[in-house]
T-cell receptor, first 111, second 112 residues
Framework: DAGITQSPRYKITETGRQVTLMCHQTWSHSYMFWYRQDLGHGLRLIYYSAAADITDKGEVPDGYVVSRSKTENFPLTLESATRSQTSVYFC??????????FGQGTRLTVV | AQKITQTQPGMFVQEKEAVTLDCTYDTSDQSYGLFWYKQPSSGEMIFLIYQGSYDEQNATEGRYSLNFQKARKSANLVISASQLGDSAMYFCAMFRTYKYIFGTGTRLKVLA
C-alpha cells in the first residue's frame, strides 16, 4: 500500500532498554522527519533527513539515534529509554518541502 | 533560529461563525513555506493549506484561508462558517532549509 507507515503502533518498554521505532514510506520522498508530541509542546522535531545517508539533529535529539541507509526507511532508536521519553512519536515525509505526510503515530510508554 | 509561535492554547467559536487562529514565525530566510494542519481527536495529521513566502496572494482552500502578512511574519488561519467537525487541534508549521517545524497548537472547540 502506498503511504507512510510506522511500527509498532503501541509499545511499552522498561527504563534502560533500547527500542527502535520504524518508519517506511513508499513515495521516495527526499525529506523525512521524526517528531514527538507531548501535551503543551506541540510537535517537536527530533531528527530530520534530507536524503539517504544525510541526517541532522532537530530541537530535541538527546537520547535518540537515527539512520537512513535507504530512502524509504528512517528508523528512530532510543538507546536507553527513560520515562521522559514517554510520548507519541510521529514520522513524516515530504517532497521538496510541500505538504507533509504523517504516519499514524507510535504511542510509547516507558515504565 | 527559526520558530513558530501560536499564542492561543484554546479557542471557542459558535457554529457557522468565522474564527481566526494566530500564528507568527521567525526566520531570516527569504524562501520558506507556511502550513496549517488539523489534528482531530483520532490523532491523524491532516494538511489544510499552504502559503509560499513568495506568493503575493493569500492562499485559500474551501472554507480555509491563510492571512499572510510577510512584514509582520504572521500566517493566521481563518476558518469560515465553522462546523462541529472543525473541533480539533490546529498546528501552524514552517518548512525552511530541510527542517519542518511546528508550533504548540491551538485547540478549537466549535459550539452548537
Amino acid at each position: 500500500d502506498a503511504g507512510i507507515t510506522q511500527s509498532p503502533r503501541y509499545k511499552i518498554t522498561e527504563t534502560g532498554r533500547q527500542v527502535t521505532l520504524m518508519c517506511h514510506q513508499t513515495w521516495s520522498h527526499s525529506y523525512m522527519f521524526w517528531y514527538r508530541q507531548d501535551l503543551g509542546h506541540g510537535l517537536r522535531l527530533i531528527y530530520y533527513s534530507a536524503a539517504a545517508d544525510i541526517t541532522d539533529k532537530g530541537e530535541v535529539p538527546d537520547g535518540y539515534v537515527v539512520s537512513r541507509s535507504k530512502t524509504e526507511n528512517f528508523p528512530l532508536t532510543l538507546e536507553s529509554a527513560t520515562r521522559s521519553q514517554t510520548s507519541v512519536y510521529f514520522c513524516a515525509s515530504t517532497y521538496q518541502g510541500t505538504e507533509a505526510f504523517f504516519g499514524q503515530g507510535t504511542r510509547l510508554t516507558v515504565v | 533560529a527559526q520558530k513558530i509561535t501560536q499564542t492561543q492554547p484554546g479557542m471557542f467559536v459558535q457554529e457557522k461563525e468565522a474564527v481566526t487562529l494566530d500564528c507568527t514565525y521567525d526566520t531570516s530566510d527569504q524562501s520558506y513555506g507556511l502550513f496549517w494542519y488539523k489534528q482531530p481527536s483520532s490523532g491523524e495529521m491532516i494538511f489544510l493549506i499552504y502559503q509560499g513566502s513568495y506568493d503575493e496572494q493569500n492562499a485559500t482552500e474551501g472554507r480555509y484561508s491563510l492571512n499572510f502578512q510577510k512584514a509582520r511574519k504572521s500566517a493566521n488561519l481563518v476558518i469560515s462558517a465553522s462546523q462541529l467537525g472543525d473541533s480539533a487541534m490546529y498546528f501552524c508549521a514552517m518548512f525552511r532549509t530541510y527542517k519542518y517545524i511546528f508550533g504548540t497548537g491551538t485547540r478549537l472547540k466549535v459550539l452548537a
